[in-house]
C-alpha cells in the first residue's frame, strides 16, 4: 500500500539533496517521478526549479501556488507517475496536504514530501499541522546547530545577526536564516 511521508528538517539540512538524488535514483530505474515545488520559491533566479547547494543538482518542477489542484496540475487523468516528490511543502496549503493523501489512496503512488517543520517563530506553518497530522511516516533529516548540538529551530536574522521573532510568516530567501538548537535560539531571543 503506498505511503504519504513527510521528511522534515531545518534550513541547510539538505533536503533538497536527498530529494534530488531520489528523483534522479527513480530516473535511472525508468520510473518516472512527478516532482512539485512551491510556486514561492525563487531563490535560485527561477521558479519550478530545485537545486542543491551540496552537490551543484537541479530539476525542473511543477509549481504549486495557493489555487492549483495538483491533480489537474499533472493531468492525473492522463498521466502515470510512479512516485511524487515534492519540496517545499511548508508553503503548500492546507488543501494540497490533503490532495496529495487523496493521490496516496485513490491512486496508490508513494508520495514524499520534503519541507521545514516550523517557521523562523517557533510554529508549525498551517500545512505542516495537517501533514503531521496524516502522514504515514515521519522521518527527520538532522543537521547541527554552531554548537554541536542538533539543529531544530530556523532563526531568521537581521543585518546585525539578531533575531527576528515577529513579522510575516513566509519570508523567502536563505541569506538571512540559520539552524539553530533550541537552547541557542532562545539564548539569542532573549537578549
Ligand atoms: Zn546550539
Same mark, same amino acid.
Given at each position: 500500500m503506498a505511503k504519504l511521508y513527510y521528511?522534515? !528538517?531545518?534550513m541547510? &539540512?539538505?533536503?533538497?539533496? $536527498?530529494?534530488?538524488?531520489?528523483?534522479?535514483?527513480f530516473r535511472e530505474r525508468g520510473l518516472r517521478p512527478l516532482v512539485l515545488t512551491s510556486g514561492l520559491d525563487d531563490r535560485f533566479g527561477?521558479?519550478?526549479? =530545485?537545486? &542543491? #547547494? =551540496?552537490? !551543484?543538482?537541479?530539476? $525542473?518542477?511543477? +509549481?504549486v501556488s495557493s489555487?492549483?489542484?495538483?491533480l489537474k496540475l499533472a493531468d492525473f487523468e492522463n498521466e502515470r507517475y510512479d512516485i511524487i516528490v515534492a519540496d517545499e511543502v511548508q508553503f503548500f496549503g492546507k488543501q494540497h496536504i490533503e490532495q496529495l493523501a487523496d493521490i496516496v489512496d485513490n491512486f496508490n503512488i508513494n508520495v514524499f514530501c520534503f519541507g521545514l517543520r516550523s517557521n523562523y517563530m517557533g510554529d508549525l506553518f498551517p500545512s505542516i499541522v495537517s501533514l503531521m497530522a496524516r502522514a504515514d511516516t515521519i522521518r527527520e533529516i538532522k543537521t547541527v546547530c #554552531?554548537? !554541536?548540538?542538533?539543529? +531544530?529551530? *530556523?532563526a531568521l536574522l537581521d543585518?546585525? !545577526? *539578531?533575531? =527576528?521573532?515577529?513579522? *510575516?510568516?513566509?519570508?523567502v530567501g536563505d541569506k538571512q536564516y540559520a539552524a539553530f538548537c533550541r537552547k541557542c535560539y532562545n539564548k539569542l $531571543?532573549?537578549?
Open positions: 521528511y522534515y !528538517g531545518t541547510f &539540512s539538505a533536503k533538497s539533496a $536527498k530529494l534530488l538524488i531520489m528523483v534522479y535514483n527561477e521558479v519550478g526549479e =530545485i537545486h &542543491s #547547494r =551540496i552537490h !551543484g543538482l537541479s530539476c $525542473k518542477a511543477l +509549481t489555487d492549483t489542484d495538483i #554552531r554548537c !554541536g548540538h542538533k539543529a +531544530t529551530m *530556523n543585518e546585525n !545577526g *539578531n533575531l =527576528i521573532v515577529e513579522g *510575516n510568516e513566509i519570508v $531571543k532573549n537578549i
